[in-house]
């Protein structure tokens, strides 16, 4: 099955520094990744979808100067948290999928649980 | 806005009993809706339903969608230990252009105890 890797699993920060998480798809071109965000004992909210090549489209709400989104290959897309402050501590996942646009189901990465101090 | 609501939010059952998990939907552009399990990490895709009144069926898991009154169902039947986790209920939409996205109900914590 379609397989997506994301790292780190876990990373500790400063508040002020920024951290990069990375998705990689392993088996499959993903044209497709989203990037969601999950709090404790709450759903997943979708953060931004990126296509391969073009600009994420970020939800309402998400400030895409923060979160920067970069998806320059089809098998690569890393989220950046810039600035970190401690209200940006989550867990933050990734999926992936092989088409673009097409019902299909999402293939996620094990998530990163991002702690800022 | 696009809506999911999912319940119960949380159900304790014995080793063996049968339970059934609902989401509602009120959404535009439906393309499709999709049940999840997680656990500790990343959910894990159980089914993908399109069309109402056809069960999917998976072991001891099934599930069904009814688009006329915008729900479905998630029965898990002789429930393990091993069952428990959040089961997570979403929804396929269009996003505008050629995108596609999902939109995830709260959950249901699924505890089942020995």
């Known amino acids: 099955g379609a397989v997506v890797s994301q790292h780190p699993s876990r990373v500790i920060c400063k508040s002020g520094t920024s951290v990069k998480i990375e998705c990689r798809s392993l088996?499959?071109?993903?044209?497709?990744m989203f990037w969601y965000r999950q709090f404790p004992k709450q759903s997943l909210m979708l953060m931004a979808t990126?296509?391969?090549?073009?600009?994420?489209?970020?939800e309402q709400g998400v400030e895409k100067d923060k979160f920067l989104i970069n998806h320059a290959s089809l098998t690569l897309s890393t989220l950046t948290v810039t600035s970190a402050h401690p209200e940006d501590s989550s867990f933050y996942i990734c999926?992936?999928?092989?088409?673009?646009?097409?019902?299909?189901?999402?293939?996620f990465g094990n998530g990163t649980r991002l702690t800022v101090t | 806005e696009d809506k999911v609501v999912q319940s119960p939010l949380s159900l304790v059952v014995h080793e063996g009993d049968t339970v059934t998990l609902n989401c509602s939907y009120e959404?535009?552009?439906?393309?499709?809706l999709l049940w999840y399990k997680q656990e500790k990490k990343a959910p894990t895709f159980l089914f993908m339903l399109?069309?109402?009144?056809i069960e999917k069926k998976s072991g001891r898991l099934s599930s069904i969608l009814d688009k006329k009154e915008l729900f479905s169902i998630l029965n898990i039947t002789a429930t393990q230990t091993g069952d428990s986790a959040i089961y997570l209920c979403?929804?396929?939409?269009?996003?505008?252009?050629?995108?596609?996205?999902?939109?995830f109900g709260k959950g249901t914590l699924l505890t089942v105890n020995p």
């Open positions: 399109t069309s109402s009144g």
């Open positions: 979403a929804l396929g939409v269009n996003s505008g252009g050629s995108n596609y996205k999902l939109t």
């Open positions: 088996d499959f071109q993903a044209t497709t």
């Open positions: 990126s296509n391969e090549g073009s600009k994420a489209t970020y």
């Open positions: 959404v535009t552009n439906f393309r499709s």
């Open positions: 999926s992936a999928t092989p088409t673009r646009g097409n019902n299909s189901p999402l293939h």
